[in-house]
């Protein structure tokens, strides 16, 4: 579960058409904490006038640091062509670009990505390009408190903005009296976001205030005054995009729940995983598994036809192409002729496996960084995952919502792969093939840019949203779990036995013999593992994880399920591997 990366217009000052300009420095709060800033430098070097924007940004999450940079330079030439070059830094290595515009061909913008094939972007009526031009707007609209709408392109995210500002009268801040206010807001591609904006005509820019995630975010001038921290804003955003849901102990397992929403509803996409019901409620479906004839599909060789052609492609994020895949592939080592649903198991587990520093600092690193070196959190797992499964033939995409995690319910990002006529998420953060249930799908991503994965859609979705679990099946929230004497079953089929024990649920936690902690879990990670003993049960052989330290017994029973027993001594825990049975109910 991450953040969402945020994409901060840099705010312009005054720029004198025919003169070099000062640097233009600014500061930015999340949430009324100061998390970075912003600058503007505008000079003539060989006759050509440049502009060059900068924005840095730190942002905590789970108590870890992580750090976005845009560097953004626009180049104007005698003739009026426009040349520009841009690098993103959200990770160790960054996202880098350059493109073209000519009076020649003003409809049409020509980008080269690093890393990615080159594309021409239609340019809209009255779309402004210039860094100059947009600030001469804004500073006519101050000078004649007139409306003004400005359409922007974002290089970064490949993406046309719209900002759309009436003017609400004079607001003068300190050492800018003749500053105005306008309110409006700003749309980039499928989230939109007010806008609150301080213009002087005069200086040009000075305050921009808008929000996600219902966390406000100000940039304004750096010899403005720092805002007044109000209360309750020291949250951060990361944080503020969790919920708390209500314990179970067997929810990684659920195959059927429901949820009902409390406050506004975005418009979800409907599928055989997520069916909408009456009264603002959703039925959550873990995907069933392939029926014969869709695990034997085979992997798409030769030219992809139709839809297929989009998600078996590379792009900057997904380059697969690349030689350093070579090697990947060869550590994979999959024998010919598999079909599609193996490759994917096999992929979604090989990524769990490679990404072996599950790092919260990385804000999105493309899956060739991944590639070489394996750190990150959701996204990272997803983009590897898509590209590899691209590169063996297998259709995939990306998938931005929420999961359900325990008692946590937040951002995520997984993968969904193509089988006939439907797609089946599988989550290779989590080593799940199908994915489990208890997840909120926002909406998918073909990954050809960045602006195409759609955080900032998920944030502001889940502002103001709460998600209520109503029911497991046909049983409500918490009551599909039945003790009958030393076994315990769970709604969906799973079942778990121990000859002689005892089984207490209470509030949502289960326990065994009054001592251990029974919690089904995600596969864990090697972090997870480190400094236990690997043990195997003297009968059955299976296996398990011990940690000493904290007296926690990890258990493998198959078919992707794990369970997390707390409170176990050593020798119990050969007990437990010994003598737990879990059947299931194809069993």
Known sequence: MRASPLFVAALSGIIL????????????????????????????????????????????????????????????????SLAFTWRL????????????????????????????AALRTPVPAGAVLWPEDLDARLIEAARLRRPVQAITFSFPVQQWSTLTLEPAGPDPLPGFPDAVRFTGQETQGASSAPVEAWISPSAGELRQRTELGGLAILMQRAELPPPTARAGEAEGFFERTLQTLPPHPFQAWLRDLTLRAEGSVPALPEDAQQIRLPEGRWRLVRATDPSAAEAAQLPVTGTPKGDEVRYLAPSPLVPFRDPAFDGLLRRLALPP??????????????????????????????????????????????????????????????????????????????????????????????DQAPASAFRIKLGDTDLADLGSVGWESAALAFSGLRWIPEREGTAPWGAGTRIEGDQ????????????????????????????????????????????????????????????????????????????????????????LLDQLMAPTSSS
């Open 89 to 116: 830094q959200l990770s160790k290595e960054p996202f880098e670009g350059k493109a073209e515009w000519s009076p020649a061909d003003p409809g049409s913008l020509t980008i080269q990505p690093l890393n990615g």
């Open 488 to 575: 315990v079953t769970v709604s969906g089929g799973s079942r778990l036995r121990l000859p002689g024990g005892r089984w207490q649920l209470e509030r949502g936690r289960l326990t065994l013999n009054r001592t251990w902690t029974v919690e089904a879990v995600p596969r864990p990670g090697q972090a997870q593992l480190k400094g236990n003993r690997r043990l195997a049960g003297p009968r059955t052989f299976r296996e398990g994880w011990w940690d000493p330290e904290d007296r926690r017994l990890w258990m493998d029973l198959g078919q992707g399920r794990w369970l997390r027993l707390e409170g176990v001594s050593e020798v119990a825990a050969y007990q």
């Open 337 to 430: 002729g598999l079909p599609r649903w193996e490759v994917a198991k096999r992929v979604t587990a090989f990524v769990f496996d490679w990404i072996t520093d599950k790092d919260f600092t990385v804000g999105f690193a493309s899956a060739l960084e991944v590639c070489r070196t394996p750190r990150g959190d959701c996204t990272e797992h997803g983009v590897l995952a898509v590209a590899l499964l691209r590169r063996l033939g297998v259709p995939a995409r990306g998938v931005t919502g929420w999961v359900g995690l325990g008692d946590t319910l937040g951002l995520h990002f997984w993968v969904e792969v193509k089988l006939r006529d439907r797609w089946v998420p599988v989550d290779p953060t989590f």
């Open 17 to 80: 058409l025919a003169q070099e300009a000062p640097t233009r420095t600014y500061r930015q709060w999340v949430g009324g904490q100061e998390v970075g800033g912003a600058s503007q430098e505008t000079k003539t070097l060989g006759g050509a006038r440049v502009v060059r924007n900068r924005e840095w940004m730190s942002l905590s999450r789970l108590g870890q640091e992580i750090r976005q940079e845009v560097d953004q330079t626009a180049r104007r030439a005698a003739d009026g």
